[in-house]
């Protein structure tokens, strides 16, 4: 091995041994206390003062390392282990959504309502399995993260509204609901009718179909889709 790969490999070594370190530690100064000998704590008679000098490099029994470079190097840590488990939580992957076109919307929208970037409000008529007629509009962001869609993705159970949705109604019985949910907040109006407004951004989002358009950074999108009656996605994008 010449001298340049060794000293890579060595690199590699002494970055793997950091990150792993790291994963020990909750905190800079639990990484510096771990070093702090018991005689250390003799002499010196002040734990803090103990790390001081741990991170100076003057006492400790383990790598010198700068808060920066902790923090920096907990920071990357963190960020990677989100990512893993954003994409592991996609419970719309790999399925062949390919005969049911809202599901397949929603797994093409779940990551992004997973991340906060979008609210998709989805509307849906349709029959229950009483073959009674329901509608209602769905926080899509809030019943990713409430219940298993893996169950629905893999239909074995179907997608609809329920009375604890943003609303819901059941044509049959005249049963009526509505809920705040923590995106978004019902506003019922007799005159400018039912509208939603963000509790991010404070936008208000309009589905009256008649509307000229549904609200600022909002798209409304009719979807056919032979299992459901009606279906309409109001994708907000919301501004952080």
Do not use: C
């Amino acid at each position: 091995m010449s001298r340049s790969a060794s000293r890579m490999h060595n690199e590699e070594e002494q970055a793997i041994k950091l990150d792993n370190l790291i994963k020990e530690y909750a905190t800079y100064e639990d990484f510096l206390s771990a070093q702090i000998t018991s005689t250390d704590l003799y002499y010196l008679e002040d734990e803090e003062v103990a790390r001081d000098l741990v991170e100076l490099g003057y006492r400790g029994t383990g790598e010198v390392m700068k808060r920066e470079e902790f923090e920096a190097r907990k920071h990357a840590a963190s960020s990677s282990k989100n990512k893993r488990d954003q994409k592991q939580a996609l419970a719309g992957q790999g399925y062949d959504l390919t005969d049911t076109p809202l599901l397949a919307a929603l797994a093409q929208r779940e990551e992004a309502n997973h991340t906060g970037k979008m609210t998709t409000i989805i509307f849906i008529r349709d029959r229950n399995h009483r073959e009674q007629e329901i509608s209602g509009y769905i926080d899509f962001a809030h019943r990713i993260k409430t219940e298993d869609f893996r169950i629905i993705f893999s239909k074995k159970k179907r997608f609809l509204p329920k009375q604890s949705d943003l609303s819901f109604y059941n044509w049959d019985t005249q049963q009526t609901s509505m809920h705040d949910t923590p995106n978004y907040q019902v506003i019922a109006d007799f005159t400018s009718g039912l509208t939603f407004k963000n509790k991010t951004d404070r936008k208000t989002i309009n589905v009256d179909p008649k509307a000229a358009k549904p609200g600022d950074n909002t798209t409304r999108l009719e979807l056919s889709d032979s299992n459901y009656e009606q279906i309409v996605l109001y994708d907000h994008f919301t501004r952080r």
